[in-house]
Structure formats: structure tokens, C-alpha cells
């Protein structure tokens, strides 16, 4: 029997629930005030409605149309299009890889929340107690005991959220969509109603035009649009393949999609006010406390938490669980597109090959819970970002785009949905996601020859990086050659 959605409602929450993630948190924020503040919403919405929602749509349709997970549905374009699908879900699957990881951390930090455990040196605290982190990505040193049990307890929960595919997935996203959502807000009234408040939302949001003259920052809004909302891993592709045959796909990827981006913004005003604040109180400007990913959450984040007038600890608590329930439906969304492509090709039992996915995940992501870790989740992350995402949202363009009547699907959209989209849409997919794509990848493999990433030790960036694009490649074509034992 074919996975089926129980309502349209949990379709869309998943879907939403798989883009919101701590990229809203973490990285959005960040990436605004860096590239012009204000002034980055144009790039970022322009990317948004030519880049992002064209391709939500596009692996939508994909999805409904083929009703198969992302392999499968490729496949029905052009056969060997599936080694595109199988590409797409190994680098979900390197991204769940660490993802967990840094879930685990949450579960520490949820832990350590309770007594403030991080104390007053909270970079300290963080870099060389609770990591103990290593000179370099070749010291690996010894796995960390606390951050195991992080992983494993992620690995648990992500579990048991997929336990029966969608019929359960589509329950659990009204918790993990709501309660991130609820948590916000109360960071974001917490936030702007402190000292400083506007000083931070300044720096957030100050528009400053002249840097749109630069390409970077349109590149960054690109592939920020590309990772927030999950394109391009296959996801959206099965998710959309478990809706009736009888479904919106047009409405639901403008909501989806705007609900990502709302969200992000949203998240920015939690981040920026209490910046203000911090900076405020420690006598910094603004620009000296700024930070982004594993630093704001788990050095700056604490410090802030510290600084709190009242019910800090209350505060603490929520933090980590509003960043434990964002991070959860984007990891399970990875697993069930990984886990739904398997077991429709192997015809195998969903409950062997969801704990089979987990348990190989969890002993690869124990290379991230050493001392060395965090300098391999860091070239991970960049390559599996920028090279694997990207070759495969240029792929699916072009591949889709010129194989595959891009009019009849978007006739078959148009007839399923709510309202229509027009020839625009063939024109983003063909011509201009592409072409934008391929001057990403492009910007960066110079950038890779000039330097390696990070400064790290070119081999370094040789196993994390160009080693593992190539090892997915070759598995995605050994998948694709398995034979498939239909049920
Ligand atoms: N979209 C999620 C976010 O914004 C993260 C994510 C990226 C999840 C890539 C899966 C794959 O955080």
C-alpha cells in the first residue's frame, strides 16, 4: 500500500517543518547583516520567487506526478536521471550525519541549562571543556563521552518520529512546527522589550544599498534560499509523493516556501534584539558580538542567557528545546527521503531500513564527537552545502528543464492547484537557476583553488570535501544499478 498523507495540513507542516530548521536561527540572521543589512531582503526575496519557489514547485510536481521518492521519480524522466536522486539523498544523508551531532549538543546544553553549568566563561567553556577541541582537523583525539549520548539520544527521537513514515511524521510536525514557533515569540518579545534592543535591530536591518552592487551577496542569497527551504535533497520530492492524488501543489509551495522566509526574518528580531542587549551590557558595539551558527548558540546564546534579569534559567531551557524541535523535522525529513528511496527499491521492510539508516549515521557522525570534530562538521557542511546541493539543484534544472516537457508539468501544477503559475516559471527553471547555479559552483571551486576551506590542511579538505562528493557519486551510481525488486 502506497504511504499516504492524512491531511493536507500534515503534508504542509512537514514540509515546513523540514525547511524551517536552525539555518532560520542561526545562519539567516547572520547572513542579512553581512551582506547589506536591509538591503539583503531584495536579493534574498528575488532569489526567493525565481529560484526558491520555482524549485519547490518543481520537486513537488516531480513528487505527485511520479508518485515515487526522489530516485524513482527521476528515474520516470529519463532512467539514469536516478543516480541524480540517489546523488541528492546521500548528501542528505551526509548532512544528517552531523546534524545529529549538533542535536546532541542541544540535548547537552539542555542538560546544562538547568544550572547554568556553561558558567561565566562561556567560549571557554564551550571550545575547551565541553569540546575540548584539538589544534586541527588531524588530531581526532578521543570521542567525547557526553556528546555520544547527545547523538544517540537524537538518533532515538529521529527514529521514532519516522516509526510508521508519514502516518506518523504527519503527527509529530504539529508539535515540532508549533513549538519553535510559540518559543519564538516569546524570544522575540523577550528580545526587542530589553535595554539595547534597537541598537541590535539596527545593525539587523540598516539597509545598506551599495553592497547589492556586489554578485557575492546575490549568491549568498541564493544559496540561502536553496538551503533553508531543503531543495534540492530530495525531500520535498517524497514528501509531495505521499499526498493523494487529489492535492494543491502550487498554493502549498508558495506557503511553504513564504512560512520559511517569514520565519527566518522572524528569527533575526530574537537574535538581533538580544545582540543589542549583550552588547549593551558588556560595553561592545554591536558589531564585536555579532555571531552566527554553533558560536551564537552555544557561546553567545549562553553568555546572553547569563546576562538575563530574570527567569534566566527559564530562558536557557527554552532556547535549547526551541533549537532542539527546529532541528528535528529537517533531520527526519533527510531520513525519511533517504529511507523511503531505499526501501522502495529494495522492497524492504520500513522498520530494518529506518534503523539501519540511523545506526550507519550514528557511527559516521562519531568522527564529529571527537576533539577534532567540529573542524570536520565544519568541511563537511561547506561541501555538502555548496557542492552537493548545489550540482544537484543544477541538475534537476537542466535535466527536468530540457528532458522532460517542462509545459505538461506545469499544465499538470496548474490543474492541481489552487491558482496557476505561468511561463515564468519554465524560464526559472530553464534559463536563470541554472545559469545563477552554475556561477555559484563556479565562484566556488576558484575559491578552492586559491585557498583551501577554512585554511585547513589541503588533505583535510580533500576527505571531508572533494573525497566525499566523489564517493557519493560512484555509490549513487551502484544504487542505480541494482536491480529494483518491486513487492
Ligand atoms: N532547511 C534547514 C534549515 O534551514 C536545514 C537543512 C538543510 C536541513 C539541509 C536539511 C538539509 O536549517
Known amino acids: 500500500m502506497r504511504d499516504i498523507w492524512q491531511s493536507r495540513t500534515s503534508f504542509v507542516l512537514a514540509s515546513i517543518g523540514s525547511a524551517i530548521g536552525l539555518g532560520n536561527i542561526w545562519r539567516f540572521p547572520y547572513i542579512c547583516y553581512a551582506n547589506g543589512g536591509g538591503a539583503f531582503l531584495i536579493p534574498y526575496l528575488v532569489a526567493l520567487f525565481t529560484a526558491g519557489i520555482p524549485l519547490m514547485i518543481l520537486e513537488f510536481s516531480l513528487g505527485h ?14 532512467k539514469p536521471f536516478e543516480i541524480l536522486g540517489w546523488f541528492a539523498l546521500l548528501v542528505g544523508f551526509g548532512i544528517c550525519t552531523y546534524y545529529a551531532v549538533v542535536m546532541g549538543w542541544c540535548f547537552d546544553y539542555l542538560g546544562l541549562a538547568v ?24 588530531m581526532l583525539g578521543s570521542i567525547r563521552g557526553w556528546i555520544v549520548l547527545g547523538l544517540v539520544l537524537s538518533w532515538i527521537w529521529i527514529i521514532a518520529c519516522i516509526w510508521k513514515g508519514p502516518t506518523t511524521v504527519g503527527k509529530v510536525v504539529y508539535f515540532t512546527v508549533t513549538i519553535p514557533w ?5 524570544f522575540v518579545i523577550r528580545g526587542i522589550t530589553l535595554p539595547g534592543a534597537i541598537e541590535g535591530l539596527k545593525f539587523y536591518l540598516t539597509p545598506n544599498f551599495s553592497k547589492l552592487l556586489d554578485y557575492k551577496v546575490w549568491l549568498n542569497a541564493y544559496s540561502q534560499v536553496f538551503f533553508s527551504l531543503t531543495i534540492g535533497f530530495g525531500v520535498q520530492i517524497t514528501y509531495a509523493s505521499f499526498l493523494p492524488k487529489k492535492a494543491d501543489i502550487v498554493n502549498n509551495a508558495f506557503l511553504v516556501s513564504l512560512a520559511d522566509a517569514a520565519t527566518a526574518f522572524i528569527g533575526g528580531f530574537a537574535v538581533f534584539s538580544t545582540l543589542g542587549y549583550y552588547a549593551l551590557k558588556s560595553g561592545l558595539p554591536v558589531d564585536k558580538v ?15 542567557i547569563n546576562l538575563l534579569p530574570i527567569g534566566s534559567v527559564i530562558f536557557g531551557i527554552l532556547f535549547f528545546i526551541m533549537l532542539l524541535t527546529l532541528g528535528i523535522d529537517s533531520a527526519f ?24 539508516f540511523g545506526v550507519i549515521a550514528l557511527v559516521i557522525g562519531l568522527i564529529y ?11 563537511v557542511d561547506y561541501f555538502m552545502n555548496n557542492f552537493g546541493l548545489m550540482i544537484v539543484a543544477l541538475l534537476q534544472c537542466v535535466l527536468v528543464g530540457y528532458f522532460y516537457s517542462l509545459k505538461e508539468l506545469r499544465h499538470y501544477a496548474n490543474n492541481q492547484s489552487d491558482f496557476s503559475i505561468g511561463i515564468w516559471w519554465d524560464f526559472c527553471i530553464k534559463i536563470l537557476t541554472p545559469v545563477v547555479v552554475l556561477f555559484l559552483v563556479l565562484s566556488n571551486i576558484i575559491d578552492r583553488i586559491k585557498t583551501a576551506y577554512g585554511n585547513y590542511p589541503r588533505i583535510a579538505e580533500f576527505l571531508g570535501g572533494w573525497l566525499l562528493v566523489i564517493i557519493f557519486i560512484i555509490t549513487a551510481i551502484i544504487l542505480y544499478k541494482q536491480k529494483h525488486r518491486s513487492a
Open 65 to 78: 506526478y511520479f508518485e515515487a521518492p526522489a530516485p524513482m521519480a527521476l528515474g520516470k524522466v529519463r
Open 115 to 138: 544550572k547554568k553549568a556553561w558558567g561565566e566563561h562561556t567560549q571557554e567553556f564551550f571550545f575547551n571543556e565541553f569540546l575540548k577541541i584539538s589544534q586541527g582537523p588531524l
Open 290 to 304: 555579532v555571531a552566527s551558527g554553533p558560536q551564537l548558540a552555544f557561546v553567545t546564546y549562553p553568555t546572553i
Open 369 to 379: 564527537t571527537t576533539n577534532g570534530g567540529l573542524y570536520w562538521l565544519d568541511i
Open 182 to 186: 510559540i518559543i519564538l515569540i516569546i
Open 333 to 356: 525529513s533527510l531520513v525519511e527521503a533517504g529511507a523511503a528511496g531505499i526501501k522502495e527499491k529494495f522492497n524492504l521492510n520500513r522498520t530494518k531500513v529506518n534503523i539501519g
